[in-house]
Structure formats: structure tokens, C-alpha cells
């Protein structure tokens, strides 16, 4: 199933070299193949699989979120955010290149995003709401939404937290179990339900990184919930957040094992 994503992926890198400059190209490239988990498009492919969706079909949603993904990690290390010289062991894109080319590089991975998926729609309605939910995750209601808040914000309380969670990094993995639901039309009880998966699975993936980068947001300053609650408040609430996807997954009509499996090792990663 990867394979196939890599392969799509690569074949997209290939088509842009085509078209655009070289160095942008390169840095396009270098980010999206920076050792990332992929955890957004698998899940993505996983959700499809389980409701009977052909992988085909989602394939360009797929990608269009981990570029999405990968643009905002980009501008996340820039010197006017988190200020990151290296991700996964490498030097950031605006280390290894330049920040304009940084910049330009995150710019062209967001717009593209959106000029994949609407190369490959069929301009049905079902399409044009996926298309929609993938803005609306990625937008002032979703990802930036989070970010803004987080950096504008000297106080957090747990609340506080919470919501910057389910925008900054719920949002997208929300949407990365959502979208195929949509392009695949499943009644409204289903999709509810899917949503609500995505919720629990963003704020597990949020906590377990603040689990993972205690030390480093302590020495940054940054509040997250392991500083402002410790961290056996923080594993209680990841175990909470599971227990409800363990009654969400048995209220679907479908068979969600595939699914539920993946999301399991996503509480117990240890990167």
C-alpha cells in the first residue's frame, strides 16, 4: 500500500522537475523524502481500504495531505517560528537551502496540494466537499488556525491546549481519515463516527510529541500538556482517548481492524 504512495509520490517529484526550477525542485524533493512516518496518507489509505474505497481514488488526497503536511513542518523550522535547525536528523530546509527558497519551497508544496487533487477530480459533488474539508483542515479553522493561536498565546491552560491541538495537529489527521468517507459517501451516522476517530487519533498523536519532546520544550519554554500536567496525567489521557476509539471503532457498521490496528502503534511510537 506505501509502495504504491511512494511510487505516486516519486512520479510527482519526476513531473515537477519538468516544470519549475531546479533548486526549488530539490528542496521540494528533499523535504518530502526527509524520513517522515507517512502516518496522514496511511491512515488515509488504511480508512479507504476499510470502507471499500479503491486506493486509486484517494491516492491524490493522499498525497495532497502529506504535502500539505510537509510544507507546514518547512515553516514551522523557519527562524520566525520555532527557529529548528535540524528535523529527523537532518539539516531544516531553510538550513540545507536558504529561507527564501525555504519560503518558496512550502508556498509551492501548499499550492500544489490543491492543483493535484483538482487535476484528479471527477468535478462531482462529493469531490468538491473533500477538496473542501482538505482546505478547511489545513486553514484559519484547522492547522493555521492552531498555529496562530499557539504562538499568540503566553498562558495556556488545559483547555487552552486542547483546542490549539485539535486545529494544529488534529485537524489533518481528522481529515486524513474523513476525506475518504466523503469521496466514498458513507451516511452521515458513519461519518460522524469517523470524525470523531480522528479527533482521538489527533490528540494521541499531539500528546505522545509532547511526551517524546519533554525536554526539548522544556528548555524552549514552551507550554505543552507533559509541563502543564506531568506526565502521568498526560499517558492517563492518551489511555482515555484509546478507550473511547475502542467503542468508536465497534459502533461502525464496518470493520475497522486494519484501521484500529495502525492506530494502536501510534500510542506507543518512540518517534
Do not use: W
Not at 510537509?70 to 523557519?78: E, P, Q, R, V
Not at 509551492?108 to 484528479?120: D, K, P, R, Y
Not at 466523503?182 to 511526551?211: C, P, R, T
Amino acid at each position: 500500500m506505501m509502495l504504491e504512495f511512494e511510487k505516486f509520490l516519486n512520479a510527482y517529484v519526476y513531473e515537477l522537475r519538468a516544470r519549475t526550477d531546479e533548486t526549488l525542485c530539490s528542496a521540494i524533493d528533499y523535504a518530502l523524502n526527509s524520513g517522515g512516518k507517512r502516518v496522514r496518507p496511511k491512515l488515509m489509505l488504511l480508512t479507504a481500504d476499510v470502507i471499500g474505497l479503491n486506493k486509486t481514488t484517494v491516492m491524490p488526497f493522499a498525497l495532497a495531505i502529506e504535502c500539505i503536511h510537509t510544507y507546514s513542518l518547512i515553516h514551522d523550522d523557519l527562524p520566525a517560528i520555532d527557529n529548528d535547525d535540524f528535523r529527523r536528523g537532518r539539516l531544516t530546509v531553510h538550513k540545507a537551502y536558504d529561507y527564501a527558497t525555504a519560503i518558496l519551497a512550502g508556498d509551492a508544496l501548499l499550492n500544489t496540494a490543491f492543483e493535484i487533487v483538482a487535476n484528479h477530480s471527477n468535478n462531482d459533488s462529493v469531490t468538491l466537499a473533500a477538496i473542501s474539508r482538505l482546505a478547511t483542515s489545513s486553514g484559519i479553522s484547522g492547522m493555521i488556525g492552531g498555529q496562530i493561536k499557539e504562538l499568540k498565546s503566553t498562558c495556556h491552560t488545559c483547555d487552552d491546549l486542547l483546542d490549539i491541538y485539535s486545529k494544529k495537529t488534529g485537524a489533518l489527521i481528522s481529515a486524513s481519515i474523513s476525506i475518504p468517507c466523503i469521496i466514498n459517501n458513507v451516511d452521515k451516522s458513519e461519518l460522524a463516527i469517523f470524525d470523531e476517530i480522528g479527533n482521538a487519533v489527533g490528540l494521541i498523536f499531539q500528546l505522545v510529541d509532547d511526551l517524546l519532546d519533554v525536554e526539548k520544550e522544556i528548555a524552549l519554554g514552551k507550554t505543552t500538556f507533559v509541563t502543564l500536567m506531568g506526565k502521568d496525567n498526560t499517558n492517563a489521557l492518551i489511555k482515555e482517548q484509546n478507550n473511547i476509539l475502542i467503542n468508536l471503532f465497534a459502533k461502525s457498521s464496518y470493520d475497522c481492524t486494519l484501521l484500529s490496528d495502525y492506530v494502536k502503534t501510534l500510542s506507543v511510537r518512540n518517534s
